[in-house]
C-alpha cells in the first residue's frame, strides 16, 4: 500500500510530469542529438567542434539564469515563452541545411541557441515548477521525470542513425525526418502544460504534494503567504553563494552531470573500443538500449533514495556508483567495460535529479525559486564544460581509459564534498539572515537529512 501511495501525484501531478519530461527531452534532442551522433557525419569535421559550441551555448544559458532569475514572477509564463522559443529552434535544427561539406554558420547558430534555450527550459523554468508542486516528493518525481534522458538517448541512437549519412549532404530533409517525431512529443507535452497547469498548485484546485489533508482554504492561505514571502527572501545570489554549503553541494551535482554528458559524447568511441565485443547486443544501438534501462532504472531508483533519505545521501550513492564505473572501465576489457558503461547508465539517470531537491530540501520553500537559480546555473556552467573536456583533452590524449581515470577521480573529488556538507549549518546560515532582516526565526530546516 505505501508503495502505491507513493505513485499518488494526482491527475494534474502527473501532467505536470509529463510536461517537465518532454521539456528535458528537448534538451537532450536540441543539443545531445548533433553532438552525440551528428558530428559523427562527414559534414562536421571533428567532434570537438560541436562540443565547443555547445560549451559555449551552455554557459550563455547560466548567464541568462543568474541574471535574470530574480527577475521572473511568474514561472509558468516563463515556461510558456522558453517551449515556444525551444519548438521554433528544434524546428530550424531540422531545416536549416549545410553546405559545401561542412556545416553552415546559419546552422551551427541555430544548434547553439537551440542548445541554450532547451536548457533553460526544461531543467530551469520547468524545473522551478516541480519544486513548488512537490516539495517533500520531489525526489521520487525527478525520478521518473528524468527518465527522459536514457530514454532520448536511446531512441536518437536507434531511430535517427538511420537518416544521418544524409543530414547535411546537400538534402536537409534528411535531418528533418531524423527529428520530426521527437518535436512532435514535445509539442504535445507543452499543449498538455499550458492547458492544465498553473504556477501554483492551488490556482488550478490541486495541492502541494497532492496532499488532501488540507482544506483549500488553509492551501491558499499558505500560497498567498508564500508569495508575498518569496518578494523578501533572504536567500539572494550573493548570500547564497557565501555559504560554503551551497559549493559542498552543487560542485558534486556538476561534477555528476559533467561526466554523465561528458562520456555519454563518447559512447560511440567507447563501444567501438572494445570491437565485436558488443555484437550479442546488436552493437551500438542494442548497447545504447541497455543504457537507456538502466538509465531508468537509476534514475527512478536514486530518486527513491533522495525522497527515503535525502539528497545528500542520494547524491553520495551517485557517485559512488560513478566511482565504480571509473573503476571498471579503466581495466578496458569488455566484461568490465560493458559493467562500467551499466552503471554509467545508472549514474547518468540519477544526475538531473538533484539541483531541484537540493534546492527544495536544505532551504525554505519560499526561498527555492532564487536559490534553484544559483544551484542550477553552476551546476550547469560545470557541466557545460563536459563535452569539450572529455572530447577535446580526456579522449584526445588519454582514450577511452582516460575518460573513465577522470571519471573516477571526479567522482572521489565530490565524494568528499558530500561529506563536508553539513544541513546544520544551512541552518545557522538561515537564522543569521533572517535575524539580519527582521524576520522571525523556526526549526523548519531541522532535522534535515
Request: one cysteine or more.
Amino acid at each position: 500500500m505505501q508503495q502505491k501511495k507513493s505513485y499518488n501525484f494526482g491527475f494534474r501531478g502527473w501532467l505536470l510530469i509529463l510536461w517537465v519530461a518532454t521539456g528535458m527531452f528537448s534538451y537532450v534532442v536540441a543539443g545531445n542529438y548533433p553532438l552525440n551522433i551528428m558530428s559523427n557525419a562527414p559534414a562536421y569535421g571533428p567532434s570537438t567542434t560541436l562540443s565547443m559550441v555547445y560549451t559555449g551555448a551552455s554557459i550563455v544559458g547560466i548567464i541568462i539564469q543568474v541574471i535574470f532569475s530574480s527577475k521572473v514572477r511568474n514561472w509558468k509564463k516563463l515556461s510558456v515563452i522558453l517551449g515556444i522559443a525551444t519548438l521554433v529552434f528544434m524546428v530550424l535544427e531540422m531545416v536549416v541545411p549545410g553546405g559545401n561539406g561542412k556545416a553552415s554558420i546559419l546552422w551551427i547558430i541555430c544548434f547553439g541557441i537551440a542548445t541554450a534555450i532547451s536548457a533553460l527550459y526544461g531543467t530551469w523554468a520547468l524545473s522551478v515548477l516541480v519544486g513548488v508542486w512537490f516539495p517533500r516528493r520531489k525526489g521520487t518525481v525527478m525520478g521518473i521525470i528524468t527518465f527522459a534522458f536514457p530514454i532520448g538517448n536511446a531512441l536518437l541512437g536507434g531511430f535517427a542513425g538511420k537518416f544521418l549519412p544524409l543530414a547535411f549532404g546537400g538534402d536537409g530533409m534528411a535531418a528533418l525526418k531524423s527529428l520530426w517525431p521527437y518535436v512532435l512529443v514535445v509539442l504535445i507535452g507543452f499543449i498538455i502544460g499550458i492547458a492544465t497547469i498553473s504556477e501554483f498548485p492551488e490556482q488550478v484546485g490541486a495541492f502541494r504534494d497532492n496532499d488532501k489533508s488540507l482544506t483549500p482554504e488553509i492551501a491558499n492561505k499558505m500560497m498567498l503567504e508564500e508569495i508575498e514571502n518569496r518578494k523578501t527572501t533572504v536567500w539572494k545570489t550573493g548570500h547564497t553563494m557565501a555559504s560554503p554549503d551551497f559549493w559542498f553541494i552543487t560542485i558534486p551535482m556538476g561534477l555528476l552531470l559533467m561526466f554523465a554528458v561528458g562520456a555519454m559524447t563518447q559512447s560511440m568511441a567507447i563501444i567501438a573500443s572494445q570491437g565485436k565485443a558488443f555484437d550479442w547486443t546488436g552493437g551500438y544501438t542494442g548497447v545504447m538500449y541497455w543504457i537507456a534501462g538502466f538509465g531508468i532504472i537509476g534514475s527512478y531508483v536514486f530518486g527513491l533514495l533522495d525522497t527515503k533519505l535525502g539528497t545528500r545521501m542520494a547524491v553520495l550513492l551517485s557517485h559512488i556508483c560513478m566511482l565504480a564505473s571509473g573503476i571498471l572501465g579503466m581495466l578496458n576489457n569488455s566484461t568490465a567495460m560493458f559493467i562500467a558503461l551499466i552503471l554509467l547508465a545508472m549514474f547518468m539517470g540519477a544526475s538531473s535529479n538533484y539541483t531541484v531537491s537540493a534546492a527544495v530540501q536544505y532551504w525554505r520553500i519560499e526561498d527555492f525559486p532564487s536559490v534553484f537559480s544559483c544551484v542550477n546555473p553552476v551546476a550547469n556552467l560545470i557541466n557545460a564544460f563536459g563535452p569539450t573536456i572529455v572530447a577535446a583533452l580526456i579522449a584526445s590524449k588519454l582514450g577511452v581509459t582516460g575518460v573513465f581515470m577522470v571519471t573516477g577521480i571526479a567522482a572521489v573529488i565530490s565524494i568528499i564534498c558530500c561529506l563536508l556538507f553539513k544541513p546544520a549549518r544551512v541552518k545557522a546560515y538561515d537564522d543569521k539572515y533572517r535575524a539580519a532582516a527582521g524576520k522571525p526565526l523556526d526549526d523548519v530546516l531541522v532535522g534535515r537529512k
